[in-house]
């Protein structure tokens, strides 16, 4: 089996910081493509950020500039570095992995259980 989970999210005033984390574990052979998405009250989910394995980045217009996704591959950890925070930015936060959990086998999508952040103005 395999778990992602967030940590780091929080209340935080506007122009803050947060650092959110996404460790992954369990039955793990590779980790491809990572990301981090947002569901607001009546929104949809949206893209944040994306990495791929090789280290290429892709962040949702919103959050460009501010906002800088990392990952440990030695970890199999994630991290959103979140800056010059605005109350839109509050929502829930997913993490989202493609991982082959062996050899044989083709890539499977997982998603953590979500961590709240909220901004206040």
């Known amino acids: 089996q395999v778990q992602l989970v967030e940590s780091g999210g929080g209340l935080v005033q506007a122009g803050g910081s947060l650092r959110l984390s996404c460790a992954v574990s369990?039955?793990?052979?590779?980790?491809?493509?990572m990301g981090w998405y947002r569901r607001s009250s009546g929104k949809e989910r949206e893209l944040v950020a994306i990495?791929?394995?090789?280290?290429?980045?892709k962040y949702g217009d919103s959050v460009k500039g501010r906002f800088t996704i990392s990952r440990d591959y030695a970890k199999n950890t994630l991290y959103l570095q979140m800056n010059s925070l605005k109350p839109e930015d509050t929502a829930v936060y997913y993490c989202?992995?493609?991982?082959?959990?062996?050899?044989?086998?083709?890539?499977?999508?997982?998603w953590g259980q979500g961590t709240q952040v909220t901004v206040s103005s």
């Open positions: 990495i791929t394995r090789g280290g290429g980045t």
């Open positions: 989202n992995a493609d991982i082959r959990m062996s050899w044989d086998t083709g890539q499977n999508n997982y």
């Open positions: 369990g039955s793990i052979f590779s980790i491809g493509t």
